[in-house]
Nanobody
Framework: QLQASGGGLVQAGGSLTLACAAS????????VGWFRQAPGKEREFVAV??????IYTDRVKGRFTISRDDAKSTVYLQMNNLKPEDTAIYYC?????????????WGQGTLVTVSS
């Protein structure tokens, strides 16, 4: 239902844009967001786009931007000024109206590696 792409290897200070294409009817009715899981750590929230609002974890605020294109049923995560601690598998998620801790849909994950 969700297909994430755009991960890769980048040097610290660099940028990447992740994309997540959805095959969900009424995509515009869903809150969409990104989570990440670093090696040896639990999955954590990164950003969400719900209604007209966006919310970010403090760890990425000011560096990452989440956006969505409902006509393409796609959500994006623009990541700037990347840091080694941003290294993780990034997962997109979609939940009806409001993002919960157990979203209805998960993408398969895309690996982002930031070298120092």
């Amino acid at each position: 239902q969700l297909q994430a792409s755009g991960g890769g290897l980048v040097q610290a200070g660099g940028s990447l844009t992740l994309a997540c294409a959805a095959s969900i009817r009424t995509f515009s009715s869903y809150a969409v967001g990104w989570f990440r899981q670093a090696p040896g750590k639990e999955r954590e929230f990164v950003a969400v786009f719900s209604g007209d609002s966006t919310i970010y974890t403090d760890r990425v605020k000011g560096r990452f931007t989440i956006s969505r294109d409902d006509a393409k049923s796609t959500v994006y995560l623009q990541m700037n000024n990347l840091k080694p601690e941003d290294t993780a598998i990034y997962y997109c998620a979609a939940d009806l109206v409001v993002m919960s801790t157990t979203p209805m849909y998960w993408g398969q994950g895309t690996l982002v590696t930031v070298s120092s």
